[in-house]
């Protein structure tokens, strides 16, 4: 399964997506940052939920509890303050974001498909490819935190000190996904049971790389 995921991850590099591409060699204008940020803003409020609906799906305590240590990280285990909503939007305002724009903004079209993307996943295919899906989806997170931290800083539009949230997402979003990782991974010997990863690797790989090149299209 790593080598599935490696590979996988090889062949769609940030480098050569649209978004990080222009993001790193500083074409990318802070405006459009700034707009695409603020879009982002309610996919991650959002990414919490449909893991509930996950949790209900599976069997047995072990797995759930796997899972539901991921939400409650997701809701700052127990600190409103730290939920990565409130993170999210405390680097917003960093940007000079004000929280009439965050409460005002109406759900991007790319936002909107991640959503149903994630929704109808979880709804209509095998479990094994839930979960799979939401793995490649915080694996892939944590790159992406490491790239928008390093280009904030090296455009010069947010000091080291202000990247709290993707700081936070560089390091807890490995650990959440290989909670994710886990629960399927003794199963990738089983061949329909590596065909469901392997098509919940693909999903999850494609959607969160979609919602960002969509932000700016």
């Known amino acids: 399964m790593n080598s599935f995921i490696k590979e996988l991850k090889s062949k769609t590099p940030l480098e050569s997506h649209k978004y990080f591409s222009s993001l790193m060699d500083g074409s ?113 997170y944590t790159e ?6 390093l280009s904030l800083v090296k455009n010069g539009w947010l000091s080291a000190s202000q990247l709290v949230h993707y700081k936070n997402h560089q390091e807890l979003d490995i650990y959440h996904a290989e909670l994710f990782y886990k629960l399927v991974r ?6 329909e049971s590596r065909l469901n990863i392997k098509k919940g690797l693909r999903v999850g790989n494609k959607v969160i790389l979609k919602i960002y090149h969509d932000l700016i299209d």
Request: proline share 2%; hydrophobic share 35%.
């Open 186 to 191: 003794n199963k990738w010997k089983e061949e």
């Open 144 to 149: 992406i935190s490491s790239s928008i931290a």
């Open 28 to 140: 990318m204008s802070l405006e459009l940052f700034k707009y695409s940020q603020l879009n982002f803003y309610s996919a991650v409020c959002y990414f919490s939920r449909p893991m509930f609906l996950l949790c209900s799906k599976m069997d047995n305590y072990t797995d759930r509890l796997a899972l539901l240590e991921n939400i409650m990280d997701e809701h700052g285990n127990g600190d409103i303050s730290n939920t990565h909503g409130e993170t999210f939007k405390k680097y917003l305002q960093s940007l000079g974001i004000n929280n009439r724009e965050m409460n005002e903004k109406i759900s991007h079209p790319a936002v909107v498909n991640f959503y149903s993307t994630i929704e109808e996943t979880i709804n209509s295919s095998n479990i094994e490819t839930a979960i799979a899906m939401f793995g490649i989806i915080e694996d892939r």
